[in-house]
């Protein structure tokens, strides 16, 4: 097995994390003023159908978008109101997440997981909430957790781990919720008293999609006095009930200067899930719809940064100059805008971006109400700092195509 092909991504993004950067206060980087951007090459994040689904579990330190989440720390999973849209107060849906350890010690193993409500409607909301500067408790349907392991941990081997299917993590990870795989599932169907979940919509929908008639079956061959012991559930397992997950991709990671082109364009567009008609028509069809120049210019701008990869869904900037590119001038923060880091009080940085491309990947039709996004931006912990939580709240900055929509 070509193990090196397999660990190409992480060696990658370590190398670049790595490299000495110039001290600078990151906050310069928001300069509202400043039209003109550096075109500093940057890590950019594709899509591809996994070649192995063994890869995506959590003890190969995935980078993955879609399904559900490889936690990190297995055992310690958010829970409560922090898996909960605060809008309409529903589980959140896993989005993606990024591997990025750094030179940190207790950063070793580093993982950044996303998660939103899939309501377009909380999405609106959310920037209501968004504008109001650093309120003491925001309303946000957007989440970002922080979770980072030293080399030395009760999770993984620091061994480097052998790349195959027989690979096991040292030990397994709380019992997940039956129907979206996602949070923790510490409530028990009262009548089985076998199948778990994390919240009473999830176990209203098991129930209605079929679990009704097996949870008799259930009974019968698995007859107990309470509920299953409280063991756990490794991720890799898992099989959820939910068929609205988003599908579930691999992030492959690229340098951005590395990015040819010219030589990859045959290959890239033969296989592409996006044809070259579609995505041109969509732009021009955004930029049609743009009433003021300036928004015209950036989107002109995006378009022409994202020109030589028109497929990347992602935008990786920690440790670089770089900012992230907007598709359009109205919606960005301001440098007042970024928090600072609920946990340290110190500067966060900018550490991704996720481009709406991801949308067309994952399914999601362009409609009025449809789930929708021109930018994406995740600032975290400059420092990351350790703290007591195994996963820390980090910020995300959403920037809409029509920010000044009303509900």
């Known amino acids: 097995m070509d193990t090196d092909a397999i660990r190409d991504p992480v060696d990658k993004l370590k190398a670049i994390q790595n490299d000495d950067v110039e001290d600078q206060d990151e906050y310069d980087d928001f300069d509202d003023d400043d039209e003109e951007e550096e075109h500093e090459p940057i890590t950019l994040g594709f899509i591809d159908k996994p070649k192995n689904q063994w890869s995506l579990c959590r003890q190969f330190f995935p980078s993955k978008a879609g399904g559900v989440p490889a936690w990190l720390d297995p055992l310690n999973i958010p829970s409560g109101k922090s898996s909960a849209c605060d809008i309409c107060g529903e589980p959140l849906q896993f989005l ?74 040292a030990g397994s990870g709380a019992a997940l919720c039956d129907w979206c795989g996602t949070w923790k599932g510490d409530k028990f169907c009262s009548s089985c008293r076998q199948a778990r979940y994390c919240s009473e919509k999830h176990q209203v929908m098991s129930w209605r999609s079929g679990h009704k008639i097996a949870c008799q079956q259930m009974k019968i061959s698995s007859p107990v006095s309470g509920p299953k012991k ?27 200067s590395e990015y040819n082109r010219d030589i990859s364009e045959e290959n890239t567009l033969a296989n592409s899930l996006i044809s070259r008609n ?73 550490e991704f971006q996720i481009l709406p491309q991801l949308l067309y990947y994952f399914g999601i ?42 509900i």
């Open 278 to 350: 579609r995505t041109d028509d969509t732009m021009n069809s955004l930029l049609d719809s743009f009433k003021g120049d300036d928004d015209k210019k950036s989107w002109a701008s995006f378009q022409e940064r994202i020109a030589n990869a028109p497929e990347q869904v992602l935008r990786y900037y920690r440790n670089t100059n770089a900012k992230p590119i907007w598709p359009v001038s109205s919606g960005r923060p301001s440098n007042a805008d970024i928090p600072r880091c609920s946990s340290c009080s110190g500067p966060m940085c900018c």
């Open 230 to 256: 409280n063991g756990t559930t490794s991720l890799e397992s898992q099989k959820v009930g939910s068929k609205t997950l988003w599908p579930e991709f691999e992030i492959t990671i690229e340098d951005e």
């Open 365 to 406: 039709d362009n409609e009025v109400d449809s789930l929708d996004w021109a930018s994406m931006v995740v600032y975290a912990c400059e420092a990351s700092c350790d703290t007591t939580l195994p996963y820390t709240r980090e910020f995300a900055w959403v920037q809409l195509y029509s920010p000044s929509t009303t």
């Open 96 to 169: 993606l997440q990024v591997y990025a350890p750094t030179e940190k010690e207790t950063a070793f193993h580093r993982m950044l997981l996303v998660f939103m409500c899939p309501s377009m409607k909380c999405l609106l909301r959310d920037q209501h909430e968004q504008w109001k500067r650093h309120p003491e408790n925001p309303s946000r349907s957007v989440k970002v957790f922080r979770c980072q392991l030293p080399l030395v941990n009760p999770f993984y081997s620091p061994e480097c781990p052998q790349y195959n299917d027989s690979h096991k993590p």
